[in-house]
């Protein structure tokens, strides 16, 4: 079992920026893909960015591309997500998902694990 525990989530003005971490426990972190998803209120959970263990595969949701940038720490066990230039349009619960294996996917059914979530709220 992996478990994952995000924070960083909060309420920002239009422009801002928020740095979200994944902290992962359990069994091994570093040699699974790490992905992070979004559900806003009455929308299906969306990818948002993905990363495999060493960092050299990362894929991101094209309208969040030039803006967020996902990043890991093996040593520390966490995954983290910097959002700059937010909107309100990113509002949004954001969760962590990990994978068994090392290949990182935008679908939320090929993810293992996934965390509670927090909140990101981008008032306008």
């Known amino acids: 079992q992996v478990q994952l525990v995000e924070s960083g989530g909060g309420l920002v003005q239009a422009g801002g920026s928020l740095r979200l971490s994944c902290a992962a426990s359990?069994?091994?972190?570093?040699?699974?893909?790490m992905g992070w998803f979004r559900q806003a209120p009455g929308k299906e959970r969306e990818f948002v960015a993905a990363i495999s263990w060493n960092g050299g595969t990362i894929k991101y949701l094209t309208s969040v591309k030039d803006r967020f940038t996902i990043s890991r720490d093996n040593a520390k066990n966490t995954v983290y997500l910097q959002m700059n230039v937010l909107t309100p349009e990113d509002t949004a619960v954001y969760y962590c998902?990990?994978?068994?294996?090392?290949?990182?996917?935008?679908?939320?059914?090929?993810?293992?694990?996934w965390g509670q979530g927090t909140q990101v709220t981008v008032s306008s």
């Open positions: 998902a990990a994978r068994r294996l090392d290949i990182t996917t935008s679908v939320p059914s090929e993810y293992d694990y």
């Open positions: 359990g069994r091994t972190f570093s040699s699974r893909a």
